[in-house]
């Protein structure tokens, strides 16, 4: 899904102009990148609100309309207002679809109830990474990539060498040599001291 947004070139900056925007429903935004200069902008607020609850809208290609001229454009940035549901500011990435680029793409843990760790073994899946750096060209780019733990047993680990990654994807960091850990089946200490008073038995 390609989101479609529309946007107006921002005229007045400052603290005051971007209080005003807010209080009208307005959001403050930059678009960064490609061979132009930065250019301000301003969104309505609650579409990019709702859209931020999607996790697809984190990584994936979104259409920028601004003042009729199309951008394609990635989320780089945003803030949130400390303590009210309210974005602050967003900042976009422009993407040219011919140059691979880097992205933060969430894992999805699956599976893990039906493991023999879970299942038979009273351990509990320890999940050491969120998200993964890939490389792709923008069209490329998976929204999520699916960590299985189905196999997974006791005192295991999941490593990124086991990511099945779609074609033209790279994961950045086996590219570095460094496969990070993603998951472990960990048995906590009051199983495994329960089973050996049970063996002792």
Known sequence: MAYELNAVKREEMGTGASRRLRHAGKLPGVIYGGDVAATSIVLEHNPV???LKDEDFHSGILNLTVDGQKE?????????HPYKQQVMHIDFQRVDMNVPMHVHVPLHFINADASPAVKTQGAKISHLLNDVDVRALPANIPHFLEVDLSAIEAGHSVHLSDLKVP???EIVALVRGENTTIAQAVVPRGVIEAAAAAAAE
């Open 49 to 51: 609100f709702y859209a």
């Open 72 to 80: 394609v454009v990635m989320v780089r940035d945003f803030q949130m």
């Open 167 to 169: 074609e033209g994807v």
